[in-house]
Structures are given as structure tokens and as C-alpha cells.
């Protein structure tokens, strides 16, 4: 089956400083990625959709400036954590779609902010 | 706004008997479905999914129906087994790509 890797898989970072978590495509071009939080009561909140070459779509309430989305290419899309806090620390999952009816989730993040 | 909704946070059933997750979407415009399955600290892997021209899709123990006209779908898990235990996603997409989770529901099947 289709793979998406994510790296890293943990990090701990100091408060105030970026963290950068990719996401890549193994076998397949993702027109679309997708980056989500998920929370302790385990609910998934989508953050953002990238599409190769433009901008990313940001949900509402989600800051586009401390959490910059790249989708440089077809495969490959990266989160940054700006200036991370904290309340940062969490659990980030990537997806990579070659279309709408399949999404492939890469293995997630868990960050922590110290 | 929460366009897919899984209103049962938790779900626990025994072992043999059949487990029923449900989830509810205000988009009319979705028209393919998901349903995902995830351990904790690993990524949600796809379980099953269903188009709107069908009603129901089947593959093993799991049956994914939907009623289009109520907005709803359900995963029936027959029979349950203590590694179906996980938490379960659904999700919706239309045709501009636009793919929206549910919050989940966290399934417990009891030996």
C-alpha cells in the first residue's frame, strides 16, 4: 500500500524556538496534503490543506504565521512551529491524498515543548 | 463548524458481538466516505470507505452503510475482537478534494 513517512516521530524542543516536522509521499504524487492536531480527548482538528505550489488553506482559528506550511513538491510538505510555546505540545499527523477518495496518514509527531 | 460529527466519544462492547459506530455530516456536497482506524501514537490507517451511488460496502467483518438522505453513516464491526479496540475516525470528501474528519470514537472490545 501506499506509504507516507513522517519525521520525526518525537521531539523535544525549547520554548521559543522552531521546529520543522516533514512529510513525504513514498510511492505516489500527493496533489494534497493535509496536517492535523490531535488533542487528548483524541479528536482530530484539521489545521490546514496544502496543495503543491500554493498557498495552504488554513482552518479558522489556526495561525498561519506560527505554523507555516510548505508544499514544495509532489511529494514533500513540511509543518513549522514557530517560536513553539507549551500549549504546542502535541501530537501532529500528516496525510498525503493522490486524490479524494484515498488519504494516507504518515505515522505522526509527538511534540513537546519544554 | 464541525461538518462530520461522531457524537460518541466511546464505544465498549464484548468480545463476539457486534460493534456499531456511527457519524452524521451537514455537507450535502460530500459524496465519498471514509472510516479510519487509529492506535495510540501511530498515524489513522484506512479501514473502509463507500461512495454515495452505494449504499453499503462491505470487506470481511466490516460493513460501512449509508444513508444519504438522513446524512449518515454507520460501521458495523461483526464479529468484534479485542484488537478491533482502537479509535475509530470517519470522514467525507467532495470533489474538490476537501476531506473533513470526524472527532472519533473510541472503540473497547472486552474479552
Known amino acids: 500500500g501506499a506509504v507516507v513517512s513522517q519525521h520525526p516521530s518525537r521531539v523535544i524542543c525549547k520554548s521559543g524556538t522552531s521546529v520543522k516536522i516533514e512529510c513525504r509521499s513514498l510511492?505516489?504524487?500527493?496533489?494534497?496534503m493535509f496536517w492535523y492536531r490531535q488533542f487528548p480527548k483524541q479528536s482530530l482538528m484539521l489545521m490546514a490543506t496544502?496543495?503543491?505550489?500554493?498557498?495552504?488553506?488554513?482552518e479558522q482559528g489556526v495561525e498561519k504565521d506560527k505554523f507555516l506550511i510548505n508544499h514544495a513538491s509532489l511529494t514533500l510538505s513540511t509543518l513549522t512551529v514557530t517560536s513553539a510555546h507549551p500549549e504546542d505540545s502535541s501530537f501532529y499527523i500528516c496525510?498525503?491524498?493522490?486524490?479524494?477518495?484515498?488519504?494516507?496518514f504518515g505515522q505522526g509527531t509527538r511534540l513537546t515543548v519544554v | 463548524d464541525q461538518q462530520v460529527k461522531q457524537n460518541s466519544p466511546s464505544l465498549s462492547v464484548q468480545e463476539g458481538r457486534i460493534s456499531i459506530l456511527n457519524c452524521d455530516y451537514t455537507n450535502s456536497m460530500f459524496d465519498y466516505f471514509l472510516w479510519y482506524k487509529k492506535y495510540p501514537a501511530e498515524g489513522p490507517t484506512f479501514l473502509i470507505s463507500i461512495s454515495s451511488i452505494k449504499d453499503k460496502n462491505e470487506d470481511g467483518r466490516f460493513t460501512v452503510f449509508l444513508n444519504k438522505s438522513a446524512k449518515h453513516l454507520s460501521l458495523h464491526i461483526v464479529p468484534s475482537q479485542p484488537g478491533d479496540s482502537a479509535v475509530y475516525f470517519c470522514a467525507a470528501s467532495n470533489n474538490n478534494n476537501d476531506m473533513r474528519f470526524g472527532a472519533g470514537t473510541r472503540l473497547t472490545v472486552k474479552p
Open positions: 496544502s496543495n503543491e505550489g500554493s498557498k495552504a488553506t488554513y
Open positions: 510511492d505516489f504524487q500527493a496533489t494534497t
Open positions: 496525510s498525503a491524498s493522490p486524490g479524494r477518495t484515498e488519504a494516507f
